[in-house]
C-alpha cells in the first residue's frame, strides 16, 4: 500500500497540499462486492499519482478582463485515480447562475459569458483524492472605465497661460488611474459659446495625457483668443466617457503696449548705376549659342541697352537679352563671322548711365 510522505506542489502556482494519516490510509475498508459478514476486509486500491495543479503562466498573475469580456479558464492538474475538483470564490461556493464548472479527466474549466466587476475576487481551484488536496489561487480583476472627474474650475489666467484644477471621479473603474488627459478648445475654431452642448471631439485639442496631479497649467495660448478646457479620466480600459468642462472661459488679453518713436534721418538709397562684375571679352565657335554676363547695381531699377559695335541690337531675332535681380545675359543664337565685334551693356537711370565692352571673336570648327 502507498501512502503520502512529502507535498507536492506545481510549478509557478501557490499551492498547499496535506499529508495522509497513516493510520487511515492502513485502516481497512469493506469492499462493495464483499459481504458485511465477510472474514477478511479488502484495502482501498492505491494512489498512483498524488494529485498537482498545473497553473498555466499567464494566471500567476491578476487576471484582468474588461466589463462584458468572457472569462473562459481551463486549469490542468493530475491525479489517479480521478481527484475531485471544487471551486471557490474568496472562500464561498461559486453562483452557479453565472459561473459555470466543467470538470474533465485532466482539467477543470471556470466560464463566465459576460464577465461583471461583482465576479472580481479571489478564486481557488481544489483538487482531492482522498486525504491529499492540491490548491491553486487565481485572483480575477474585472475593471471597467471609471468615472469622469467630479469637477474643473479655471483658477487665473496670467499672460498666455491657464491654471485649472479639478477633482478625482467617484468611480475609478475598479482599477488605479493612468492619469488625467487635459484638452482645450478656442472660440476661434468655429466653437459655440454653449460649451456644455458641444459633442464634437475634432474641435478639442489634447495638451496634455496621463497627467497624474489634480491641477496643471496650460502655456503657449493665442493672444487674442478665448479658450475653454475639460478633463477626462483614464485607466486601463481607457478615457471616461464624459469630461466636465469650464464654466468660465479663459480670455487671453493682448496685452497694452506703448510704442515711442524716435526721429531718425531718412536714408536715401537712390544711386546711379554701377556695374560690379563688368562684362569678359569672350571667344566662341561658328554654330555653338554663346551667352555674355554682367551685373548691375542701381536705384532706381536701370533701363538696360544692349549694343554690337554701337548699334542697338534689342528686338533683332538672332539676339535674346535678360535682366533678373541686377544679372544682365545676352544671348547670342549660333553665332556666325559678322557677329565678331565689341559688345556693350549700357544701364541708365534717372541718377545717370554706365557701360562696359567686350570683344566677341568667332573662329572656324576645326
Known amino acids: 500500500m502507498e501512502t503520502a510522505t512529502s507535498p507536492e506542489v506545481a510549478s509557478g502556482s501557490s499551492l498547499k497540499v496535506k499529508e495522509a494519516r497513516p493510520a487511515d490510509a492502513e485502516r481497512p475498508q469493506a469492499s462493495p462486492q464483499q459481504g458485511a459478514g465477510s472474514p477478511v476486509p479488502q484495502l482501498p486500491s492505491t494512489i498512483e499519482e498524488h494529485p498537482k495543479i498545473w497553473l498555466p503562466r499567464a494566471l500567476r498573475q491578476t487576471y484582468i478582463r474588461k466589463v462584458g469580456d468572457t472569462v473562459n479558464l481551463l486549469i490542468p492538474f493530475q491525479g489517479k485515480p480521478k481527484p475531485r475538483a471544487t471551486w471557490t470564490c474568496d472562500g464561498c461556493a461559486l453562483d452557479a447562475s453565472r459561473v459555470s464548472v466543467r470538470n474533465g479527466e485532466r482539467d477543470s474549466i471556470l466560464f463566465i459569458r459576460e464577465a461583471q466587476r461583482a465576479d472580481s475576487g479571489r478564486y481557488q481551484l481544489s483538487v482531492q483524492l482522498g486525504e491529499l488536496e492540491a490548491t491553486a489561487t487565481i485572483d480575477i480583476l474585472v475593471i471597467e472605465r471609471p468615472g469622469p472627474p467630479q469637477s474643473i474650475k479655471l483658477v487665473d489666467v496670467w499672460g498666455s497661460n491657464a491654471i485649472l484644477e479639478w477633482t478625482p471621479p467617484q468611480d475609478t473603474g475598479n482599477v488605479a488611474l493612468l492619469g488625467y488627459t487635459v484638452q482645450k478648445a478656442d472660440t476661434k475654431s468655429g466653437v459655440s459659446l454653449s460649451w456644455h452642448l458641444l459633442g464634437t471631439r475634432k474641435l478639442w485639442f489634447t495638451v496634455l495625457e496621463r497627467y497624474h496631479r489634480t491641477s496643471c497649467t496650460v502655456s503657449k495660448l493665442i493672444v487674442g483668443n478665448s479658450y475653454a478646457f475639460r478633463v477626462?479620466?483614464?485607466?486601463?480600459?481607457?478615457?471616461?466617457?464624459?469630461?466636465?468642462?469650464?464654466?468660465?472661459?479663459?480670455?487671453?488679453?493682448?496685452?497694452?503696449?506703448?510704442?515711442?518713436?524716435?526721429?531718425?534721418?531718412?536714408?536715401?538709397?537712390?544711386?546711379?548705376?554701377?556695374?560690379?562684375?563688368?562684362?569678359?571679352?569672350?571667344?566662341?565657335?561658328?554654330?555653338?549659342?554663346?551667352?555674355?554676363?554682367?551685373?548691375?547695381?542701381?536705384?532706381p531699377k536701370p533701363k538696360i541697352i544692349w549694343l554690337k559695335n554701337k548699334i542697338d541690337i534689342q528686338g533683332n531675332p538672332k539676339y535674346r537679352a535678360l535682366?533678373?535681380?541686377?544679372?544682365?545675359?545676352?544671348?547670342?543664337?549660333?553665332?556666325?563671322?559678322?557677329?565678331?565685334?565689341?559688345?556693350?551693356?549700357?544701364?541708365v537711370n534717372p541718377l545717370g548711365e554706365a557701360s562696359v565692352d567686350c570683344r566677341v571673336d568667332v573662329k572656324a570648327p576645326h
Open 232 to 299: 477626462f479620466a483614464e485607466n486601463q480600459c481607457g478615457l471616461s466617457e464624459t469630461a466636465p468642462i469650464t464654466a468660465d472661459l479663459a480670455h487671453i488679453q493682448k496685452a497694452a503696449t506703448v510704442y515711442k518713436t524716435e526721429g531718425f534721418a531718412q536714408r536715401d538709397f537712390s544711386e546711379a548705376p554701377k556695374f560690379s562684375q563688368p562684362l569678359a571679352d569672350c571667344i566662341t565657335v561658328t554654330g555653338y549659342d554663346t551667352q555674355l554676363f554682367c551685373c548691375v547695381r542701381a536705384s
Open 323 to 347: 535682366t533678373h535681380l541686377g544679372i544682365c545675359s545676352l544671348e547670342i543664337r549660333k553665332p556666325g563671322p559678322f557677329d565678331r565685334g565689341i559688345c556693350t551693356c549700357k544701364a
